[in-house]
């Protein structure tokens, strides 16, 4: 169940960044993850999101970095990276909302791609320094 200070933030975030023809979301939930509730949030348009949930206090900023994170990446160019649709707290839950990408076929092709491209993404120079705790790029 999504809190509705969560879903009031989510509605919101969605009127403001995607237009005021949204009036309504659905969620539905989506397996996978171990630290973070995920959720397909559809809208009354028929457009679709992906949204990352959990307790504000148990990884404060986690969200915050993982945006910063998703920035960094799609910077690069190298990846398609989802478009962050925006991150912030809802009463005592934090909230990360993210586009909607569809699951692709995973070809020989597809995997060869995706292998070229980590190593691509490797051997580019970076100023951010990764220290062993820490989760993704910089964030403890």
């Known amino acids: 169940m999504v809190p509705p200070?969560?879903?009031?933030?989510?509605?919101s975030l969605l009127q403001s960044t995607i237009g005021t023809s949204i009036r309504a979301i659905r969620f539905i939930s989506i397996r996978g993850g171990s630290i973070n509730q995920?959720?397909?949030?559809?809208?009354?348009?028929?457009?679709?999101?992906?949204?990352k949930i959990n307790l504000l206090g148990e990884l404060p900023g986690l969200f915050l970095h993982e945006k910063e994170g998703l920035t960094s990446l799609a910077d690069l160019r190298i990846f398609r990276i989802p478009a962050v649709i925006g991150q912030g707290e809802a009463g005592a839950h934090q909230v990360l909302v993210l586009e909607w990408v569809e699951t692709g076929i995973k070809t020989p092709k597809f995997w060869k791609r995706l292998g070229e491209q980590l190593?691509?993404?490797h051997?580019?120079?970076?100023?951010?320094?990764i220290s062993?705790?820490?989760?993704?790029?910089g964030y403890r």
Do not use: H, W
């Open 132 to 137: 062993p705790g820490y989760f993704g790029l």
């Open 38 to 51: 995920s959720f397909q949030v559809t809208a009354n348009t028929g457009q679709r999101f992906f949204a």
């Open 5 to 11: 200070s969560v879903q009031q933030f989510i509605l």
């Open 119 to 121: 190593a691509l993404m």
């Open 123 to 129: 051997s580019k120079p970076t100023d951010i320094s």
